[in-house]
């Protein structure tokens, strides 16, 4: 279902940026907040709010993709 709203172009950018430091779609954003005010989260939900209260530390792409490659072969061997 699609759903169009007029806000704000400042509740549009303070939006993005909330949405752009969670790492997700401005659309998956306003999905989590909507499922979290009815009360029907999911555990991926639950953990994207746990993350946005704790924070989390940033990590070099090339770095996580190397750590990653180093389990897979570990998990292989």
Same mark, same amino acid.
């Given at each position: 279902?699609?759903?169009?709203?007029?806000?704000?172009?400042?509740?549009?950018?303070?939006s993005?940026?909330?949405? &752009?430091?969670? #790492?997700?779609?401005?659309?998956?954003?306003? +999905? *989590? /907040?909507?499922? &979290?005010?009815? #009360?029907?989260?999911?555990?991926?939900?639950? +953990? *994207? /709010?746990?993350?946005e209260?704790? #924070?989390?530390?940033?990590?070099?792409?090339?770095?996580?993709?190397?750590?990653?490659?180093?389990?897979?072969?570990?998990?292989?061997?």
């Open positions: 279902m699609r759903i169009n709203i007029n806000i704000s172009d400042e509740l549009k950018f303070q993005e940026q909330k949405a &752009k430091s969670l #790492g997700v779609s401005l659309s998956a954003f306003i +999905r *989590l /907040l909507l499922t &979290k005010e009815t #009360g029907n989260m999911s555990m991926l939900d639950q +953990r *994207l /709010l746990e993350i209260k704790q #924070g989390f530390e940033k990590v070099d792409a090339q770095e996580f993709q190397s750590e990653l490659k180093k389990m897979i072969n570990n998990a292989n061997a």
